[in-house]
């Protein structure tokens, strides 16, 4: 598995917006920047790897809504994983997910961490 620059630990859904979108922007902003990242689903951000399931997350200004930061994000070279074991134990299948969007073990999700220059963990 490719490493990253940047990788932004998520571990809320849907039900806490405001985390969500501080990871995009974050992640976001590394790209901008020149960096390669990665936005890590785990726990229960796992749900936000089935498609449309950022629509209608938006906390208001001055953030931007998260569909608008991921779209930018994918076409900007952003990599979104999803943690197998949360995937799994959430009751979701590969199937279920965004095609492209990666799925990564425990022994890989060190690999990223230990590789990456700088990290956020959003708990």
Do not use: W
């Not at 990253?4 to 979108?21: E, M, Q, S, W």
């Not at 809504?65 to 979104?80: Q, Y």
Request: charged letters at 15%.
């Amino acid at each position: 598995m490719p490493s990253a620059d940047f990788v932004a630990t998520l571990f809320d859904g849907r039900a806490n917006p405001a985390k969500v979108t501080v990871a995009f922007t974050m992640a976001l902003n590394a790209l901008q920047k020149g960096h390669s990242a990665m936005v890590l689903l785990m726990v229960e951000a796992v749900q936000l790897g089935q498609p449309d399931a950022t629509a209608g997350i938006d906390v208001g200004k001055p953030f931007e809504p998260v569909p608008d930061l991921l779209a930018k994000f994918i076409a900007g070279g952003g990599r979104i994983g999803i943690c197998k074991s949360c995937m799994i134990h959430n009751g979701f299948s590969t199937e279920q997910m965004v095609p492209g969007y990666e799925i990564v073990t425990a022994p890989e999700v060190i690999d990223l961490m230990m590789a990456a220059k700088g990290s956020l963990q959003i708990t």
